[in-house]
């Protein structure tokens, strides 16, 4: 064990002090931002985040808090932007009724395209400038070195094990816990092959009460009441990617003491990097309508920590 694990754990069994607070991150593609907005308000009112686990996106945004000092929600919205991760030409647009011919032959390259792609090789998406930005997004360091106790998930394809990273370097880490089979490749480790943790832990509370959180935050960016339309066949794949997360998401939300939804208002695709902005907001806005809510909470289990401490 590392001595910042140590030593968030030690914090967490004073019971006269405050609650060890830890966040859980989930994955979610573009709508995983919203974790941006969140972090953005808890800088603002001082919640003192003492630990983080993330999977996939939760994991870029939480490692990004965690080691860069240039944090904000301004910088996050231009590295994404920088990235260019959209899905480009006619696989994720809507209005299907009202698609030209040239649109609908568009359509059916880019989803042609997208099949070759993931089918004979690892992914459709720029791999190269990708690893390149998350390597300055990380500025070359490595989990250990930052002072909130930091935790990454990534799913092993080969044994189906959950891989948890607390050292080493950051962007190996998220490199791995944001592996989107089709869209990016799986990461070879030794013996094992890492792909996307959302796939094995979609929101890792758990993971981050292992780090020695003590009151655990949750952040679901799951639009699970609104009603989605599926054109294609890659709309198909992503659609069932979430609905086998969301089936056992449910029971790791159960082990949260907060869990904060945003809403983003409308649909909005896992790809659909055009929309950074309105989930760093949604997430802004829902921080800030739980705030006193969060406060409360952490309150109370200070006050019966130090009730319990005082009878002891």
Known sequence: MTNLLRKVKSLGRKASRQAVVGLALGGGGVRGLAHVGVLSVFQRAAIPVKAIAGSSMGAIVGVAYALNPDFSKEFMAKQMADLGLSVQGGLL???????????????????????????????????????????????????????????VVATDLLSGDKIVFREGPADFAIQAS????????????????????????????????????????????????????????????????????????RHHLESADLVIRPDFDQAVKPLDFSKAELCIEAGEQAAEQMLPELREQMNR?????KTASTEG
Do not use: Y
Request: proline content about 4%; overall charge negative.
């Open 301 to 305: 289990q200070h006050s019966l920590s």
């Open 93 to 151: 647009e809507n209005g299907r009724d009202k698609e030209s011919f040239v649109q609908k032959i568009r359509q059916f390259i880019d989803t042609e395209r997208f099949i070759v792609d993931a089918m004979l090789g690892w992914g459709i998406l720029p791999e190269t400038r990708i690893l390149e930005s998350l390597r300055r997004l990380m500025l070359g360091k490595r989990l250990e070195e930052t002072q909130i106790a930091i935790a």
């Open 178 to 249: 944001s592996a989107l089979p089709g869209f990016l490749p799986p990461v070879d480790d030794q013996d094992r092959l890492l792909a996307d943790g959302a796939f094995i832990d979609l929101i890792p509370t758990t993971v981050v009460r292992d780090l020695g959180a003590d009151f655990v935050i949750a952040v679901d960016v799951d639009q699970e009441g609104l009603r989605v339309e599926v054109h294609n066949g890659l709309e198909a794949f992503l659609r069932a990617v979430d609905l086998c997360a969301r089936h056992h998401k």
